[in-house]
């Protein structure tokens, strides 16, 4: 199926997902899956149908999260939003979990065409509330320093 035309918005759509996944390969691709995140904050919950699923009915919040850790030790924080609107998510990590000493480590959101660097903390956890925008992922990195 040509999805472009076909549907203009789905294509745009898969595209930022896509280029967001291409930018995180080393979490991705190859690195290890580790424990979500501890969302600290209720998100509003999403009511979605599955054609093809034997319960097609399915709700999941706003926002999926997921972190991974790749070969070079950073953590990659991975949030979708799976809503038309920008949604906030507050969350909390527990940087041991992931082998990370208490200590410094920086950020960065690495889902745009050139990192940007979010600041810098210390000890071993990581709290935050990012908004992510419609139909989107965010990825954040989080490095030892």
Do not use: C
């Amino acid at each position: 199926m040509d999805l472009p035309s076909y549907s203009p918005r789905a294509a745009a759509i898969a595209k930022r997902y896509m280029d967001a996944r291409y930018r995180a390969m080393k979490f991705l691709n190859v690195g290890q899956m580790l424990r979500p995140l501890t969302v600290t904050k209720d998100l509003p919950q999403v009511k979605l149908i599955w054609e093809l699923d034997d319960t097609p009915e399915h709700i999941q919040p706003a926002v999926l999260n997921s972190v991974w850790k790749a070969a070079d030790g950073t953590i990659g924080i991975v949030l979708a939003n799976i809503t038309d609107k920008p949604q906030s998510i507050s969350y909390k990590f527990d940087l041991k979990e992931a082998g990370f000493k208490t200590g410094k480590w920086s950020l960065k959101q690495i889902d745009t065409k050139t990192p940007v660097a979010l600041g810098a903390g210390s000890g071993s956890t990581l709290q935050r509330t990012d908004i992510v925008p419609p139909a989107s992922a965010r990825i954040i990195e989080v490095k030892p320093n």
